[in-house]
């Protein structure tokens, strides 16, 4: 732990690379800081949230409704599996999330843009919903590693998505007639696009559910045998109902694999085994 003394006014880029923190303790004569039961440092009134500490064992953090604002590398390094954003939060610093291993990030409905390398170096995260209160994606904000990125809005604006990379790649689950549809299709070297209407977009809104089922699938494959392998995970063949599903048959490509031809656009799917043909 760290303990902030009476006389500390002001702290600048002290805590953002520490990885080991467990929690922060403020002295309850300070005048310019504070803390919560679960150690993040905060401004006194709680507006502002400097840092979480990063070595914490919670899986799961709700940033406070108090909180207007993050700090820089607030969330860096952070053990976190899941961070939750009030609907109060109108900005962020930059590089929130270096080098951290948040699995699900929920943004909220409080900010309007992710700003510049916000997401920079975020090692984990590699899907994430953009709520459509965000209406500003600025340079670089969106780091290198997501996989899907689902966008029920139509109007986002974009400015250039990653930086510093050239084997990034993306799925994009949006509606055709929207500013990230036609993002896509100025970037087809690194985006896919999987299209949103008003029919399927709920479908979508769950697949938290069927990314987390499939994660923890791999892992159980991987105590048991030492690695994954995503085609060896047959076990989720039990659970399967009905005569169609998409799912993951590569480690190293965005999934599903999408196919543009003369004949239509065609995904290719999970494999499976016809046990009766009658």
């Not at 604002?69 to 590089?95: E, P, Y």
């Not at 929130?96 to 929920?106: A, G, K, M, N, R």
């Not at 998505?161 to 549809?181: D, I, K, R, V």
Request: glycine share 6%; net charge negative.
């Amino acid at each position: 732990s760290f303990t902030i003394p009476q006389n500390v006014k002001k702290i600048e880029s002290a805590f953002g690379l520490n990885g080991k923190l467990k929690k922060f303790e403020v002295s309850p004569d300070n005048k310019y800081y504070s803390t919560d039961e679960y150690g993040a440092l905060f401004s006194k009134d709680k507006t502002v949230l400097y840092y979480f500490p990063a070595n914490t064992d919670l899986y799961e953090y709700t940033v406070p409704e108090s909180v207007i604002h993050i700090g820089d590398n607030a969330f860096s390094k952070c053990q976190l599996k899941k961070l939750v954003f009030n609907d109060n939060l109108q900005s962020t610093g930059r590089s929130l999330f270096f080098q951290c291993y948040i699995d699900v990030i929920d943004l909220g409905k409080g900010l309007n843009a992710l700003t510049d390398d916000v997401f920079h170096s975020n090692w984990n995260t590699d899907y994430l919903t953009i709520p459509e209160n965000i209406k500003i994606i600025e340079q670089g904000s969106l780091g290198y590693q997501f996989v899907y990125l689902y966008f029920p809005s139509k109007d986002v604006v974009f400015d250039t998505l990653w930086t510093n990379s050239t084997s990034s790649h993306a799925t994009f689950f949006c509606y055709e007639n929207s500013t990230a549809y036609e993002y896509a299709n100025e970037n087809q070297s690194k985006i896919s696009v999987v299209l949103l209407n008003d029919e399927n977009v709920g479908d979508y809104e769950e697949f938290d559910y069927a990314v987390n089922r499939f994660r923890s699938l791999a892992e159980n494959k991987k105590e048991k045998y030492g690695f994954c392998n995503t085609i060896l995970i047959e076990d989720i063949f039990d659970e399967m109902q009905g005569t169609a599903a998409i799912g993951c048959i590569s480690d190293s490509e965005p999934q599903p694999l999408l196919i543009r031809s003369n004949l239509g656009k065609y995904a290719i799917c999970i494999i499976g085994i016809i046990n009766k043909t009658f």
